[in-house]
């Protein structure tokens, strides 16, 4: 039974440590722009080397933001 519980929790913390990497990270979206690869993340987006904040406001990147926040929050709360 202690082995399950042991287990459980292994999984509970490689999945909030997962989630905290995924929020951080900038390569949710690889794209080729211009002849040169551009990716982004929930924060910000990258062009060649430089990189830059998202500063537009679209719906569906501020639904996630929030989404992923508060998932981190509950995650870690547990």
């Not at 002849?35 to 080397?49: E, I, K, P, T």
């Given at each position: 039974?202690?082995?399950?519980?042991?287990?459980?929790?292994?999984?509970?913390?490689?999945?909030?440590?997962?989630?905290v990497v995924?929020m951080a990270?900038?390569?949710?979206?690889?794209?080729?722009?211009?002849?040169?690869?551009?990716?982004?993340?929930?924060?910000?987006?990258?062009?060649?080397?430089?990189?830059?904040?998202?500063?537009?406001?679209?719906?569906?990147?501020?639904?996630?933001?929030?989404?992923?926040?508060?998932?981190?929050?509950?995650?870690?709360?547990?």
């Amino acid at each position: 039974m202690y082995s399950f519980m042991g287990g459980g929790l292994f999984c509970a913390w490689v999945g909030t440590i997962l989630l905290v990497v995924a929020m951080a990270t900038d390569h949710w979206m690889q794209y080729r722009l211009s002849g040169s690869f551009a990716h982004q993340g929930l924060w910000r987006y990258c062009l060649g080397n430089k990189c830059y904040l998202q500063t537009d406001s679209i719906a569906y990147w501020n639904a996630t933001r929030a989404f992923m926040i508060l998932s981190a929050l509950c995650a870690i709360s547990e």
